[in-house]
């Protein structure tokens, strides 16, 4: 799993996900291409319902490294490839930037990636990296939500398609800075590590049904927090708790077992230690 890479996501979706439903998920590879230092696999996936109707569509590329030089063809003609896009010329409509929590990636886990890449130090470390990294899906939901919040009032039913490169990895606790420029119903953005100042999401873009811009004199901004790791929900919540850290927010929602779960691999609540799966 050190030798596989999330280079490419691209989310399409086709009507409201329903709260309760039997979800089949079908996935065909469209292309393999030879890199030379690896093999880029092109997978679309449809899923589908009960009655076989069309929920959403995801395609993504993942890169093997070490599995090139196979005599393959290094790019693809295929026009079910969703491409990345460059961002306008000029500067952004809007920029937003938030801190990650140190536990982001363990708390991610919950949604079923449990790749040791993103909370065992010593897994990290033979993929090259210094600590765990968040989960280049979960970077993209941070990017995704300030979207959402600058151009679509915070509405996911405005949610119509994105597409996204990752470029390079976050570590939990840096801030993800998200830059955005709007072009009709479609906004180009780009991300960064606001610390660092490197490029981790490019070519990307977002396709609303209905944009709604934020009005910046009437929200609080992701900025204003008294503390950088509180988070603030601009929502009509936010006027009765204003602040609330993620670790409140956490033992308000999860049950004791959940956070058990997640807490393990740091030997957390079991008070036993534990790495990766």
């Given at each position: 799993?050190?030798?596989?890479?999330?280079?490419?996501?691209?989310?399409?979706?086709?009507?409201?996900?329903?709260?309760?439903?039997?979800?089949?998920?079908?996935?065909?590879?469209?292309?393999?291409?030879?890199?030379?230092?690896?093999?880029?696999?092109?997978?679309?996936?449809?899923?589908?319902?009960?009655?076989?109707?069309?929920?959403?569509?995801?395609?993504?590329?993942?890169?093997?490294?070490?599995?090139?030089?196979?005599?393959?063809?290094?790019?693809?003609?295929?026009?079910?490839?969703?491409?990345?896009?460059?961002?306008?010329?000029?500067?952004?409509?809007?920029?937003?930037?938030?801190?990650?929590?140190?536990?982001?990636?363990?708390?991610?886990?919950?949604?079923?990636?449990?790749?040791?890449?993103?909370?065992?130090?010593?897994?990290?470390?033979?993929?090259?990296?210094?600590?765990?990294?968040?989960?280049?899906?979960?970077?993209?939901?941070?990017?995704?939500?300030?979207?959402?919040?600058?151009?679509?009032?915070?509405?996911?039913?405005?949610?119509?398609?994105?597409?996204?490169?990752?470029?390079?990895?976050?570590?939990?606790?840096?801030?993800?800075?998200?830059?955005?420029?709007?072009?009709?119903?479609?906004?180009?953005?780009?991300?960064?590590?606001?610390?660092?100042?490197?490029?981790?999401?490019s070519g990307a873009y977002v396709d609303l049904?209905?944009?709604?811009?934020?009005?910046?004199?009437?929200?609080?901004?992701?900025?204003?927090?008294k503390n950088d790791n509180d988070f603030i929900?601009?929502?009509?919540?936010?006027?009765?708790?204003?602040?609330?850290?993620?670790?409140?927010?956490?033992?308000?929602?999860?049950?004791?077992?959940?956070?058990?779960?997640?807490?393990?691999?740091?030997?957390?609540?079991?008070?036993?230690?534990?790495?990766?799966?």
């Open positions: 799993m050190t030798k596989l890479i999330h280079g490419e996501q691209y989310l399409e979706l086709v009507k409201p996900i329903p709260s309760s439903a039997t979800l089949t998920s079908v996935p065909k590879i469209i292309d393999v291409l030879d890199k030379g230092s690896g093999a880029l696999l092109i997978i679309g996936i449809e899923t589908f319902d009960e009655n076989q109707s069309l929920v959403f569509y995801n395609q993504m590329s993942l890169f093997m490294v070490g599995s090139g030089n196979f005599g393959g063809k290094r790019m693809s003609n295929d026009t079910n490839i969703k491409p990345i896009v460059s961002a306008p010329n000029r500067q952004p409509d809007a920029i937003v930037s938030e801190k990650t929590s140190i536990d982001q990636a363990a708390i991610y886990r919950l949604c079923g990636d449990k790749n040791p890449l993103h909370i065992d130090p010593m897994f990290a470390s033979a993929g090259g990296f210094s600590s765990p990294i968040l989960h280049g899906l979960c970077t993209m939901g941070f990017a995704m939500r300030h979207v959402l919040r600058e151009f679509a009032g915070y509405d996911v039913k405005n949610f119509r398609a994105i597409k996204a490169r990752f470029v390079g990895p976050v570590t939990p606790g840096q801030t993800i800075e998200t830059q955005m420029w709007r072009e009709g119903n479609r906004i180009y953005f780009q991300s960064f590590i606001k610390e660092t100042g490197k490029l981790i999401i049904i209905e944009v709604q811009v934020r009005n910046h004199n009437t929200e609080n901004n992701f900025q204003n927090s929900l601009s929502s009509s919540l936010a006027s009765n708790i204003n602040d609330i850290t993620i670790d409140e927010l956490a033992k308000d929602c999860l049950k004791e077992d959940v956070i058990r779960y997640v807490c393990a691999p740091y030997g957390g609540n079991d008070g036993q230690s534990g790495g990766g799966d």
